[in-house]
Each structure stands twice: as C-alpha cells, then as structure tokens.
C-alpha cells in the first residue's frame, strides 16, 4: 500500500487494511516512545544532587524539573490540533526528534542555565510524543481492541515512576551523569525509523489551519498559572506577584474562552467540551492527576524521613502503585466494554480516594506493609480511571477531532499533576517554616547560631544524614514537624481526591461505550 494516506473516512480503512505485524510493530514503537518521555519526569530524580556538583547553580535545582513539566503541560493541545491538519505521522516524528534533540543538548549542557534551557526542548517534544502515540492507538485499533491497548500504554506511566529513579541511579554509579540523556538517542532514533517506514501519514482531508492567538493565549495562561503556583510555593501563599500573576493567567484564559468562540477553525474547539463524557472525563482526570503526583512525590519523603527507612526502600514504595495500574488497566479494557464507562471510573476514583484516606492516618508508627498496600490500593484505582478517560474521550467524537480530544485528556492529567506538585508541596512547605519559626521563638537563646540557620533554610532536614548533625533533641522535634507537614499534605490531597469523586458521581453519564461513541458503528 502507498506509504501515506492523505484521505479517509470515518470507517478508517487505513486500519482495515493494515496486518497484525504491521500493527505490533507500530505499537511498540509507539510504547517504547511513550516510556522514554514518561521516564524524563523521574529519572532526572537520582541525578539531580552530582548534576549541580559538577556544573553548579543551585537555585536553579527545581528548574530543571519545572522547566520540563511546564513545556511538556503547555505543548500538549498543540500537538493534538497539529495531528489533525497534518498528519499523526508528521507531527509525531517531528515530537521524536525535538525530544531526542533536547536530550543530547541536556547530556552537552555546560552550566545549569544551559541545562534548564535544554530542558525545554526535549519538554516540547515529550509535550507531542505522549498524545499523538495515544492518538495512533485510536487509529488503528477498532474499538474492542482500542480499550484493551490503551490500557498497556497507560501502564507505562506507572512503569516510568518505578524505573526512573532506579534508572538515574544506576546510570550515575556506572557511568556519568550525562548519559541519563544520551540513552535517550539510539531509542529515539529507532522509533524515528519504524515510524517512518511503516505509518501512513492520516490527517484531516478538510481545508484547516492553525489558530496561532489561540495556541498562544492558551499556552501563556498555562504557563502564567503554573509559574505563579510555583512562586506561591517558593514565596508563600501571600505573595503579592503570585497573586498577580494568578489574575494575569485568569485574564489571559478568559481572553482565550472569548477568542476560540470567535473562531471559525479554533485551536481547542470550545464545543468539545459540550460533550458530557469528554468535559467530565477531564475534569475528573485534572483533580485525580493531583492526588496521582503528590502521592508517587511525598510517599518516598515519608518512607525516608518519619520511617526512617533506606532510600532503597523509599523507591520500593513506589512498587505496588505500578503492579496495581499495569494490572487494573487491561482490567478497565474489558469492564468498560461490558458496563461503559461510569463503572469503571466511579470504582477507580473510589480507591484513589481510600488509599488518600490512609495516608492522612500514617505516622512515625505506621507499618511500612501498610504504605505498600495504600499504594497498591491508588495503583488499582489509577489504572482503572485514567484508562476509561482516554478511551472515553477518543470515542465521544468523529475521526477528524480524535487527536484534538484525546490530547485535551492528556492535557489535563498533565496539567493536574503539575498543578499538584506545587500546591501539596507548598502546603508541606508552609506547614513544615510555621512550626519551625514557632519553635525557633520559643528556643532562640538555647540554640547555636548553625542550627538556627540549619532550621531556618530547612537545610538537610527532610535527609537522616542532615538531621543527624543536629543535636538529638531538635532532630527528635523536626521530625515531628515533617511528619505534621506531611499529614497536612496527604490531607490535602484527600480533599482533592474527594472533589474527584463528586466530579465523576455527578458528571461522568451511565450507559455503554456503543451509545456513548460518536460514530456508533466505529
């Protein structure tokens, strides 16, 4: 057949027409490309301490993580909108190679400056590799197969947290830093060439263009939000330029809600979102994504820190969320097949919320068993929901929106997470400076001058080797502190976890995945 397809209906016969080996062959490639942008969320984790030995900039540590995550949360729709006016196969390559370019560029960064701006790109690229590799596996898999796949690609994010940080790790110890990078190319490489060789280019055979003021609008509100969370985070929750910058991103979003209702063509089209399934798919998606990142981020601190277990055994903890995703997704696949999709999603959100709920009841006494078991418990209700969102989506509308509509799903488990990562750490953060100023009022004069400043900059004190060169008594009640700032972290994402399920017991409609589906006979 011709290696590209310029046309096609909603019958979709490029995946009539295409082998079972063709379609393997495509689909590994397409996880494999998936596993190395989810992995760049983590695995940078272990290296990150003889990274900034080697090139210095320490204020610029959290950087080189937000720098990723903010292009990768801002680039998403983009790439969705530009799959369907050019093609899944153009723009997809096009993602591959700016990620497998930013990677080479981080391994050859000479300054931490350098690094951060190196970051960025391959974030651009990771921004595009995620949803259009969904956005193929919609293509090309009719709808009984589509559930059941895309539940081994959503298993590759759990996969990602657990080997990211090993990863890292063991790549420092036998190599250098660098090629936590440079791994990345004879991958990307690869997928670049199967890619090419064996996907037809599917695009819209309507006349389109690109909405740049939108693109624009949405992006900057993006960015503007995450950065004034972040700066909340850094600077306390009363910051005067977090707050203007909060009003600026509800400026700017309102600015682009105004401007895509104007449109003829616009860059996320505003009447997706009048679809039931897809709004309150995302929007359940967005809260559950908060709970999602503050648990694989705090649970190891926790392990660590008030356990006072290995580091090891901190990593491990991450173990039994990974088993329990990878196992509920391809569970999801068929239970959504027989029942649609509101079973699935209510019984997910159920769990994520339980295992939420445990965590506020851990302390210095907790059993290390039970952490795991809370963690399989989240796994199981993760791979059971983010599953269902994807796949809900895809079918709720026709062939031409799919990459538009699956990357507003992508988009907002995305954007959840990075919101998540900056308001439960600035609750920990907030939480964690107030007791230790009221202790530090009510025993300045019995306290030497470097573990006053040791308290104050919250130096080494989340870290056994930081609290062991403080005198026991201080290092016994910080530990306390930690673990209260902790609790008020999990409770907050309790909280959330909660609105995540109100959102998908209100919103998420019943009925089975045929009569949900945009082309009932897909």
């Not at 250098?176 to 599917?202: C, D, E, H, Q």
């Not at 908060?290 to 981020?297: Q, R, V, Y």
Request: hydrophobic share 50%; with cysteine.
């Amino acid at each position: 057949m011709p290696s590209t397809r310029e046309n096609h209906s909603n019958t979709d016969p490029e995946r009539e027409d295409m082998n079972p080996t063709r379609r393997i062959i495509i689909t590994a490639s397409l996880m494999v490309a998936m596993f190395l942008a989810a992995v760049e969320a983590t695995i940078v984790n272990a290296a990150m301490p003889t990274v900034v030995s080697a090139l210095g900039g320490l204020s610029l540590y959290s950087w080189v993580f937000s720098a990723f995550m903010l292009a990768n949360t801002t680039t998403v729709p983009i790439y969705g909108k530009l799959a369907d006016l050019y093609g899944r196969k153009r723009v997809f390559i096009v993602a591959v190679v700016l990620f497998v370019g930013g990677s080479a560029l981080c391994g050859l960064a000479e300054s931490m400056e350098q690094l951060v701006f190196f970051r960025i790109i391959q974030g651009l690229g990771a921004g595009g590799v995620l949803p259009v590799a969904l956005t193929i596996v919609g293509d090309i898999y009719p709808f009984e197969q589509r559930a059941r796949i895309q539940g081994w690609f959503s298993s590759m994010w759990g996969l990602a947290a657990l080997v990211g940080p090993f990863v890292g790790g063991w790549t420092i110890d036998h190599f250098s830093w660098r090629w936590i990078f440079w791994f990345n190319l004879p991958f990307g490489l690869l997928v670049i060439s199967i890619v090419a060789a064996f996907l037809a280019n599917r695009k819209s055979d309507k006349r389109l263009r690109i909405d740049i003021v939108g693109a624009l609008l949405l992006m900057l509100s993006v960015f503007t939000f995450l950065f004034a969370t972040q700066q909340m985070g850094s600077l306390g929750w009363n910051a005067p330029a977090a707050w203007l910058l909060l009003i600026l991103a509800a400026l700017l979003l309102t600015a682009f809600v105004l401007w895509e209702r104007r449109e003829s063509q616009p860059f996320l089209p505003v009447e997706l979102f009048k679809s039931r399934i897809i709004y309150s798919s995302n929007l359940t998606a967005f809260l559950t994504g908060i709970g999602m990142f503050g648990a694989i981020s705090f649970v190891p601190l926790f392990v660590q820190s008030v356990l006072g277990k290995s580091a090891t055994l901190a990593g491990l903890s991450i173990t039994p969320q990974v088993l329990g995703w990878s196992t509920a997704s391809v569970v999801a696949g068929r239970w959504m097949l027989k029942s649609g999709y509101r079973p699935p999603i209510l019984a997910g959100v159920i769990l994520i919320s339980s295992a939420a709920a445990l965590f506020t009841f851990m302390d210095a006494e907790t059993p290390y068993l039970l952490v795991l078991g809370s963690m399989f418990i989240l796994g199981l209700g993760l791979g059971l929901s983010m599953t269902t969102y994807i796949v809900a989506v895809q079918n709720a509308v026709d062939a031409d929106r799919r990459g538009a509509a699956t990357s507003s799903q992508m988009f907002a488990r995305t954007l959840g997470g990075a919101v998540g990562v900056t308001i439960l750490g600035a609750v920990m953060i907030t939480r964690l400076r107030e007791q230790i100023d009221s202790f530090l009022s009510a025993r300045q004069g019995n306290l030497d001058p470097e573990t006053i400043r040791q308290l104050r900059e919250a130096q080494g004190i989340t870290h056994p080797e930081g609290l062991a060169s403080l005198p026991e008594q201080v290092a016994d009640q910080v530990s306390q502190f930690l673990s209260q700032a902790l609790d008020s972290t999990f409770f907050t994402a309790a909280a959330l976890s909660l609105l995540a399920l109100a959102s998908a017991y209100f919103l998420v409609p019943g009925g089975n995945a045929k009569s949900l589906a945009a082309d009932k006979g897909d």
